[in-house]
């Protein structure tokens, strides 16, 4: 059974970094496509970025952060990352961290999600 549990949460002001975390605690991570979500406050759940190893490494991002976050996996710990750079205000969200044997950019790719992390960026 996989379970994923994110880290790395927080307030940041404009500008500033954070780093997201998600641990598998169950089957390897790189059988599957690693990705992030978020949902801010009255809007829909968005894709932001995914990581998929079988038959080769594939990373996408979506276009509101591609050049300023990056997605990246540690084998040994089991463990996706969100490194966010740059970071807006319109960034604010709860971020979720997803597994699925698809890679695909929609919700409904992913089988396994984890409880989400808050977000917040002051301007």
């Known amino acids: 059974q996989v379970q994923l549990i994110e880290s790395g949460g927080g307030l940041v002001q404009a500008g500033g970094s954070l780093r997201l975390s998600c641990a598998n605690s169950g089957r390897t991570f790189s059988t599957y496509t690693m990705a992030w979500f978020r949902q801010a406050p009255g809007k829909e759940r968005e894709f932001v970025a995914r990581i998929r190893w079988l038959g080769g490494v594939r990373i996408y991002y979506s276009d509101s952060v591609k050049g300023r976050f990056t997605i990246s996996g540690d084998s040994g710990k089991n463990t996706v990352y969100l490194q966010m750079n740059s970071l807006r205000p319109e960034d604010t969200a709860v971020y979720y961290c997803?597994?699925?044997?698809?890679?695909?950019?929609?919700?409904?790719?992913?089988?396994?999600w984890g409880q989400g992390t808050q977000v917040t960026v002051s301007s």
């Open positions: 997803a597994a699925g044997s698809t890679g695909s950019s929609s919700n409904a790719g992913y089988a396994y």
